[in-house]
């Protein structure tokens, strides 16, 4: 069975643009899903307002894959499921490592997703002795003193953290050392690693107040039309020119700054 140790992706040396790599999977949850309704073919302008991209962007995205599409009958979905999935490396078996078994990694290694996708949990690791043995989603969890004898036993090569900010940097130093070439970061912290390391972020809260200022927008652009936004609530009114006085968002601490992050 590969585990991918001794394999890095081949976009890099062909040269496909990270904004392509980041649309393959799009395609592919696309093209999975026309698959499992045995739908045989799909046309780039179908495939696209699947993917949530624009017709001429996907065509520009698989001529760096190649020319898989006939013209006039458009594209062989299970050939192309095969396509992206090998350029994604997801034709091999990927072990991976969740460190920091709290409440969101729990939530991760019982997620069902990962097999049917090329990656395979091969431990849960977590610092709080009590975890030790504890089985979450049929996997022992095991202490985190054990981390590089088990990176070197599985021939891991992506590992999770999902650990508060302040043990984040350690892990990811101790992954990196034991082998570990790339990591997805849950915890609200950003990490340092070194040239041929990947790193891929995940902050629900910064989507989530990204979110926030869209909402905030749309409200503005409402009520400059006279429409009360749905949902919002009546600040008030600032007093000077400073705006002294005027609302505060909830959470937001007297120095006017807001956490970037959630608490781990």
Not at 28 to 55: C, D, F, Q
Not at 167 to 190: D, H
Not at 192 to 211: A, H, N, T, W, Y
Request: charged share 20%.
């Amino acid at each position: 069975m590969a585990t991918g140790r001794n394999h890095r992706p081949a976009t890099r040396s062909r040269g496909i643009p990270e904004a392509t790599v980041a649309r393959l999977p799009l395609y592919l949850r696309a093209l999975t899903a026309l698959s499992e309704r045995s739908v045989p073919t799909v046309s780039s302008e179908e495939l696209a307002g699947a993917a949530g991209v624009n017709s001429a962007k996907l065509r520009k995205d698989f001529s760096y894959l190649g020319s898989y599409g006939t013209r006039g009958v458009g594209y062989d979905v299970e050939y192309l499921v095969y396509q992206i999935s090998r350029e994604l490396g997801l034709t091999q078996d990927w072990p991976v490592v969740i460190v920091g078994i709290g409440n969101l990694g729990a939530a991760l290694a019982n997620y069902g997703g990962f097999a049917s996708r090329g990656f395979r949990v091969a431990a849960l690791i977590d610092a709080d002795p009590k975890m030790t043995g504890k089985q979450v989603a049929g996997i022992g969890v095991r202490h985190v003193d054990e981390l590089e004898s088990i990176v070197h036993t599985n021939g891991v090569s992506i590992g999770v953290i999902t650990t508060p900010a302040g043990a984040a940097q350690q892990v990811c130093e101790r992954l990196v050392a034991a082998g570990v070439t790339s990591i997805l970061n849950f915890s609200p912290t950003v990490l340092s690693v070194p040239e041929g390391v990947d790193v891929r972020k995940v902050d629900l809260s910064i989507e989530l107040q990204i979110l926030a200022f869209h909402e905030q927008r749309k409200a503005a652009d409402e009520l400059s039309r006279g429409v009360r936004p749905r949902g919002a609530r009546t600040a008030a009114p600032a007093e000077g020119a400073d705006g002294a006085g005027a609302e505060r968002p909830k959470g937001q601490g007297p120095d006017g700054d807001i956490p970037a992050v959630m608490p781990a």
